[in-house]
């Protein structure tokens, strides 16, 4: 058991001999952490959080959608309240889209193809809800791009859903924005206006043949 510290909390990846599995427990974020850390109103077990982002992911997964296979998910109640934990199988061999930009690792076909990607799920109505430099994983060399596996892949859809399309998609690319020149910020470099230009025209281009 390895633990990894990233994002809101940590992760725990499990070894197995079939790969290795990625345990992740539910944490808050914003003001509201600071009143619980980990505990969420018990709505039902058909309405916790790991229940309802397993089933989202094995609904992207039939779609052909590049996310994690789903592995398990679980809740523990306590009276009114509860926590959850969701188990999925480990991408390997990808890097975040944030480390790749710190290090200067995406070029023009990189770009192109995170649009592309993001592009596929708004086609099919999926709005991620926190998408950002953190959560887009890519393959971690050019000798990964010519595999079976896609060379993006999407991560954590935590209040994720399948809805009609609308104008929450500009919201998610405003917002993956945001975070792309935040993390070129605390680089000490700016986010280049050719890098968005290069993304959003792969994102168009599959938006015009949808």
């Given amino acids: 058991l390895e633990r990894v510290t990233g994002g809101r909390g940590s992760i725990a990846i499990l070894r197995r001999e079939d790969g ?3 345990l992740r427990h539910y944490r808050r974020g914003g003001l509201v952490a600071k009143l619980s850390e980990d505990r969420y109103l018990w709505t039902g077990a058909d309405r916790t959080r790991s229940f309802a982002e397993w089933r989202l992911l094995a609904r992207l997964r039939a779609l052909e959608l590049p996310v994690p296979q789903p592995v ?24 975040t889209l944030a ?3 710190v290090d200067a690792r995406v070029d023009e076909d990189v770009w192109r193809e995170v649009g592309r990607t993001i592009a596929r799920f708004h086609r099919e109505g999926v709005h991620h809800a926190d ?5 887009i994983l890519l393959a971690a060399s050019s000798a990964q791009t010519s595999g079976s596996e896609p060379p993006v ?19 998610v690319l405003a917002r993956l924005r945001r975070s792309l020149e935040k993390v070129s910020a605390q680089a000490g470099k700016p986010f280049e206006e050719g890098q968005w230009g290069w993304l959003m025209e792969g994102y168009r281009e599959v938006i015009r043949n949808s």
């Fill in 131 to 135: 998408l950002n430099a953190h959560n």
């Fill in 153 to 171: 892949h999407l991560l954590d859809f935590d209040r994720g859903r399948i809805r009609a399309r609308g104008a929450w998609e500009a919201d």
């Fill in 72 to 95: 398990a998910a679980r809740y523990v109640r306590r009276g009114l309240t509860y926590t959850a934990d969701l188990i999925t199988q480990m991408l390997e061999n990808t890097i």
């Fill in 20 to 22: 290795r599995w990625v």
């Fill in 99 to 101: 480390q790749a930009l």
